[in-house]
């Protein structure tokens, strides 16, 4: 199947700080990203929709300053995590389509530790 | 919120084994699609299913739909002890292709 990278896998930080998560298509043009946040022993929930070139569409109680997504280019589309506080520890997860009602490849997850 | 409810939550069986997990949801979907998950790490794709399909398979991978019913089963044939993962059902429901996943199924085989 499609390849979809993220970077970091794994990130420690400050409580205040801003984190940078990448998430690559590798093999195909990604028309469409999805971020999700997944807890221990929880399933996986879908915090927004990214679309390339235009500003992400966010799911309800989700803070659209508090998690920053831009989707520059076909291939890539990252999720800023601004002022992370010790709640938004958790496993962030971003998938990619190139076309509706197709496949969904997902990254590999990015653990975030904030102290 | 999640749309698909899965059933069981955690199943144990003995490698050689079938092992079944169904998933329910609500609305009507364009598409269901099977992701397996092991600790800590990423989705892994298995099938996807389209509404206007009532099985498909793939290798040891056998998933059902009834749309009538508003449900799919994942069967797992001959079980190996790297199966053990979670599995989750996800739907496709709208036009954007977000998916709406299940609780999934924590599923263990044991050699």
């Known amino acids: 199947g499609a390849v979809v990278s993220q970077h970091p896998s794994r990130v420690i930080c400050k409580s205040g700080t801003s984190v940078k998560i990448e998430c690559r298509s590798l093999d195909f043009q990604a028309t469409t990203m999805f971020w999700y946040r997944q807890f221990p022993k929880q399933s996986l929930m879908l915090m927004a929709t990214s679309n390339e070139g235009s500003k992400a569409t966010y799911e309800q109680g989700v803070e659209k300053d508090k998690f920053l997504i831009n989707h520059a280019s076909l291939t890539l589309s990252t999720l800023t995590v601004t002022s992370a506080h010790p709640e938004d520890s958790s496993f962030y997860i971003c998938?990619?389509?190139?076309?509706?009602?197709?496949?969904?490849?997902f990254g590999p997850g990015t653990r975030l530790l904030v102290l | 919120s999640q749309q698909g409810e899965e059933d069981p939550q955690a199943l144990s069986i003995q490698e050689g084994e079938n092992a079944t997990m169904n998933c329910s949801y609500k609305t009507s979907i364009n598409n269901l699609q099977w992701y397996r998950q092991n600790s800590g790490r990423g989705l892994v794709h298995l099938i996807l299913i389209r509404s206007n399909e009532r099985e498909k398979h793939s290798g040891r991978l056998r998933v059902t739909l009834d749309t009538s019913k508003k449900s799919s089963s994942l069967l797992i044939t001959a079980s190996r002890a790297a199966d053990t993962a979670s599995y989750f059902c996800a739907t496709d429901a709208g036009s954007w292709g977000k998916l709406q996943f299940g609780a999934g199924t924590q599923v263990v085989v044991t050699p």
């Open positions: 998938s990619a389509r190139d076309s509706p009602g197709e496949t969904q490849y």
